[in-house]
């Protein structure tokens, strides 16, 4: 780093996330991660998001690991134009991510002050946090950035470019040239497709970057992570990094329930899991992020009954809890009708404990990269709804090249807001759900067997000698080397 208030002692990583559960949470565990190898582990976030984070922070220092958060303001509402207390994404209507995102631009000075303060060994930054680029540079202090996303969907967009048709009628396209030829669909590619001031910056800040940290396993992935470290090191001579499952890290019951917001009924959820038999619950979660309409939670209501299969379905957004708003998508004696059967959660699951109990055999998901990660993590096969950002790739990685997973529907259909009118309707659930969950066909059991060996090769992966544990002691060798080139040089 060439400056003389260079720390002794461990290597000390700052780690500074995009404020939304789906970069949070992740990043966090990888803090978590890296402490436990020993490295001092600093989370930068705001008051809001430093509250929820507290109870993960304070047990795992308490366990003695270096793990420690430091608090920096979130700008000014009159600035941002944001209401006050609006730190995190999903406290933000869909329509103002926009907002969200050009307030990130405000939190450079906060950040300048904290590097020059606690001058890292290395910065973890969020992707969209573009300008820490330039800012890690003229500091010498390495940039690793997190996209939040894996190999195969970051390997995808980089090469979008080469295969998406001029003709802009066209609606589907297959990329070729890669070991499993993918469908691709116009208008299911991430919105940030079309930003192109925001990928100028993206690729400008990863070319100024020290390399890239994904969460994932080689194994998982294995011909994309492949891709994806050659074609980082020859396009801008950056290295790439595989550090996941970060679920895994997490291997007490209690440091599981710490993740993200504190989970309603908890207890309740997990003794009614306990009364199940293995194999026999379809778990259904969209995420931190997901709003449906009303007839769209009609419907999925609708679909889980006639599909006479048992189900844990959460139901996140404002929707739910609300007596007078429930009457608009709850059908009238829905929970009474299936009550033994079904669960309704109302706001946060504890998703990676519920995963992981034996009687959940198949998981309704909408391809967020960590649901993906978490579902392998614990051997679930999937049926895919992807709804935005990326999620659609993610739905080609999980089908048609793990073979882990089946879609709710086939061809292309987006819910989100005003495309929301294409619903998909109650039979189409209750025909897949019904189908699939506590057996199935030959090819479901396929499907199901595949899930299992993935969930086994994610466990060795984390262990010492698997591919991750190795990557990480890459990571941290050469840090640690960078450390004391720093050193020689003051
Ligand atoms: N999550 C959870 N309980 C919930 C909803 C979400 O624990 O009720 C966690 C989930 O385990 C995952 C994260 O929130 O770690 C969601 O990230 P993902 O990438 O799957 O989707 P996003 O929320 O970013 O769309």
Same mark, same amino acid.
């Given at each position: 780093?060439?400056?003389?208030?260079?720390?002794?002692?461990?290597?000390?990583?700052?780690?500074?996330?995009?404020?939304?559960?789906?970069?949070?949470?992740?990043?966090? !565990?990888?803090?978590?991660?890296?402490?436990?190898?020993?490295?001092?582990?600093?989370?930068?976030?705001?008051?809001?998001?430093?509250?929820?984070?507290?109870?993960?922070?304070?047990?795992?220092?308490?366990?003695?690991?270096?793990?420690?958060?430091?608090?920096?303001?979130?700008?000014?509402?009159?600035?941002?134009?944001?209401?006050?207390?609006?730190?995190?994404?999903?406290?933000?209507?869909?329509?103002?991510?926009?907002?969200?995102?050009?307030?990130?631009?405000?939190?450079?000075?906060?950040?300048?002050?904290?590097?020059?303060?606690?001058?890292?060994?290395?910065?973890?930054?969020?992707? $969209?946090?573009?300008?820490?680029?330039?800012?890690? $540079?003229?500091?010498?202090?390495?940039?690793?950035?997190?996209?939040?996303?894996?190999?195969? *969907?970051?390997? &995808?967009?980089?090469?979008?470019?080469?295969?998406? *048709?001029?003709?802009?009628?066209?609606?589907?396209?297959?990329?070729?040239?890669? *070991?499993?030829?993918?469908?691709?669909?116009?208008?299911?590619?991430?919105?940030? &497709?079309?930003?192109?001031?925001?990928?100028?910056?993206?690729?400008?800040?990863?070319?100024?970057?020290? @390399?890239?940290?994904?969460?994932?396993?080689?194994?998982?992935?294995?011909?994309?992570?492949?891709?994806?470290?050659?074609?980082?090191?020859?396009?801008?001579?950056?290295?790439?990094?595989?550090?996941?499952?970060?679920?895994?890290?997490?291997?007490?019951?209690?440091?599981?329930?710490?993740?993200?917001?504190?989970?309603?009924?908890?207890?309740?959820?997990?003794?009614?899991?306990?009364?199940?038999?293995?194999?026999?619950?379809?778990?259904?979660?969209?995420?931190?992020?997901?709003?449906?309409?009303?007839? =769209?939670?009609?419907?999925?209501? $609708?679909?889980?009954?006639?599909?006479?299969?048992?189900?844990?379905?959460?139901?996140?957004?404002?929707?739910?809890?609300?007596?007078?708003?429930?009457?608009?998508?709850?059908?009238?004696?829905?929970?009474?009708?299936? #009550?033994?059967?079904?669960?309704?959660?109302? @706001?946060?699951?504890? =998703?990676?404990?519920?995963?992981?109990?034996?009687?959940?055999?198949?998981?309704?998901?909408?391809?967020?990269?960590?649901?993906?990660?978490?579902?392998?993590?614990?051997?679930?096969?999937?049926?895919?709804? *992807?709804?935005?950002?990326?999620?659609?790739?993610?739905?080609?990685?999980?089908?048609?090249?793990?073979?882990?997973?089946?879609?709710?529907?086939?061809?292309?259909?987006?819910?989100?807001? #005003? #495309?929301?009118?294409?619903?998909?309707?109650?039979?189409?659930?209750?025909?897949?759900?019904? /189908?699939?969950?506590?057996?199935?066909?030959? !090819?479901?059991?396929?499907?199901? /067997?595949?899930?299992?060996?993935?969930? %086994?090769?994610?466990?060795?992966?984390? %262990?010492?000698?698997?591919?991750?544990? #190795?990557?990480?002691?890459?990571?941290?060798?050469?840090?640690?080397?960078?450390?004391?080139?720093?050193?020689?040089?003051?």
């Amino acid at each position: 780093m060439g400056s003389s208030a260079t720390p002794a002692g461990p290597l000390h990583m700052l780690f500074f996330p995009l404020m939304s559960p789906g970069h949070m949470i992740p990043m966090v !565990d990888m803090a978590r991660l890296f402490a436990t190898r020993g490295v001092r582990s600093t989370v930068v976030t705001t008051p809001v998001n430093a509250a929820n984070l507290r109870r993960t922070v304070d047990s795992s220092a308490a366990r003695g690991l270096l793990l420690s958060l430091h608090v920096i303001p979130f700008p000014d509402p009159a600035a941002t134009g944001l209401a006050p207390g609006q730190e995190n994404l999903s406290a933000v209507p869909t329509a103002h991510f926009n907002t969200f995102v050009m307030a990130l631009f405000h939190f450079q000075a906060p950040l300048a002050a904290v590097l020059r303060d606690l001058r890292p060994d290395a910065l973890v930054s969020d992707s $969209l946090f573009t300008w820490t680029a330039d800012l890690a $540079l003229e500091l010498g202090i390495p940039r690793l950035i997190f996209h939040g996303a894996g190999a195969f *969907p970051l390997f &995808v967009l980089t090469n979008l470019v080469n295969y998406l *048709p001029l003709d802009p009628s066209t609606d589907s396209f297959i990329m070729n040239g890669l *070991p499993h030829p993918i469908r691709l669909y116009r208008n299911g590619l991430p919105e940030l &497709v079309d930003n192109f001031f925001m990928l100028k910056l993206l690729g400008e800040a990863e070319a100024k970057s020290y @390399g890239v940290v994904v969460n994932t396993f080689y194994d998982m992935e294995p011909s994309y992570v492949d891709y994806y470290k050659n074609k980082n090191k020859n396009h801008h001579g950056i290295k790439a990094w595989c550090v996941g499952p970060v679920s895994l890290c997490c291997r007490a019951a209690e440091e599981k329930a710490e993740r993200g917001e504190p989970p309603a009924d908890r207890n309740r959820v997990l003794r009614w899991l306990d009364s199940k038999t293995a194999g026999s619950v379809v778990y259904v979660c969209f995420g931190s992020l997901c709003h449906f309409s009303g007839p =769209q939670l009609k419907e999925i209501a $609708l679909g889980l009954e006639a599909s006479g299969k048992a189900f844990v379905w959460v139901v996140r957004q404002e929707a739910a809890g609300d007596a007078a708003a429930e009457t608009e998508w709850m059908p009238e004696g829905f929970e009474k009708r299936v #009550e033994g059967r079904g669960l309704v959660v109302r @706001g946060w699951a504890p =998703q990676v404990e519920v995963l992981g109990h034996a009687a959940v055999g198949w998981f309704v998901t909408h391809c967020g990269w960590n649901s993906l990660q978490e579902s392998a993590c614990a051997g679930v096969p999937m049926i895919t709804w *992807p709804l935005f950002h990326e999620q659609f790739i993610n739905e080609a990685l999980v089908v048609d090249v793990m073979g882990v997973g089946v879609r709710m529907w086939e061809g292309f259909r987006r819910n989100r807001l #005003e #495309e929301e009118k294409v619903l998909v309707r109650a039979e189409e659930v209750a025909a897949v759900v019904g /189908r699939v969950v506590g057996g199935g066909g030959e !090819d479901v059991e396929a499907v199901a /067997r595949k899930a299992r060996e993935y969930g %086994e090769a994610a466990g060795k992966a984390v %262990e010492d000698g698997g591919a991750t544990y #190795e990557d990480v002691t890459a990571l941290i060798q050469e840090l640690e080397g960078k450390r004391k080139e720093g050193r020689k040089e003051e």
